[in-house]
């Protein structure tokens, strides 16, 4: 199985400031079918489900904020939040679907400084 | 509006049973593959079940495989886990996600809400 690693653990960001997160998948996942990286990007609130934010590294779903966005290929991605509003509050999950079983990172907990 | 619901959840003792389901609305159900995931308590996300639109096969995590079974039935647009034997350790928050567009790849796009099983004694 694939593993995926996050970091940091939490971070506390000021309301304007930039948030980054990081997340390392164990091998490539890195589709050959399609040269696009199975990975998506996660954003949960307490007492809610997750919602998805960003497929395929770096593709924004529709109604997302253009504030996030997503990088990386191959084992190595990025989540950035380019100016944190009290609502990205939230816990955040990288995750790859390059194969099964699809696996989550362990989270990302970002708070307001 | 797509809109999944889950319900069945409950307390239950080791080693007894619980099925699981989740009515979906707003999408053409039998098009789509369908998973379970959990998180337990404080913790984080786990995959514990898929199976294809057609339900060719399925598909489960070790963590669960031989206990778990997943079904659908496209003709009423429902979803099923039966999960027996069941462990302290099952004792999470149970979603149901649809699966995204490209088939065989489980990205989930859309989540219900969840329905809580606790194992306890």
């Known amino acids: 199985d694939i593993v995926m690693t996050q970091s940091p653990d939490s971070l506390a960001v000021s309301l304007g400031e930039r948030a980054t997160i990081n997340c390392r998948s164990s091998q490539s996942v890195l589709s050959r079918s399609n040269n696009k990286n199975s990975l998506a990007w996660y954003q949960q609130k307490p007492g809610q489900p997750p919602k998805l934010l960003i497929s395929w590294a770096s593709t924004r779903e529709s109604g997302v904020p253009d504030r996030f966005s997503g990088s990386g290929s191959g084992t190595d991605f990025t989540l950035t939040i380019s100016s944190l509003q009290a609502d990205d509050v939230a816990v955040y999950y990288c995750h790859h679907y390059y194969n099964t079983p699809p696996i989550f990172g362990p989270g990302t907990k970002v708070d307001i400084k | 509006e797509v809109q999944l619901l889950e319900s069945g959840g409950g307390l239950v003792q080791p080693g007894g049973s619980l099925r699981l389901s989740c009515v979906a609305s707003g999408f053409t159900f039998s098009n789509y593959a369908m998973s379970w995931v959990r998180q337990a308590p404080g913790k984080g996300l786990e995959w514990v079940s898929g199976?294809?639109?057609?339900?060719?096969?399925?598909y489960y995590a070790d963590s669960v495989k031989g206990r778990f079974t997943i079904s659908r039935d496209n003709s009423k647009n429902m979803l099923f886990l039966q999960m027996n034997s069941l462990r302290v350790e099952d004792t999470a928050v149970y979603y149901c996600?649809?699966?995204?567009?490209?088939?065989?790849?489980?990205?989930?796009?859309?989540w219900g809400r969840g329905t809580l099983v606790t194992v306890s004694s």
């Open positions: 996600a649809k699966e995204g567009a490209v088939a065989g790849l489980p990205l989930f796009d859309y």
């Open positions: 199976i294809p639109s057609s339900a060719y096969r399925t």
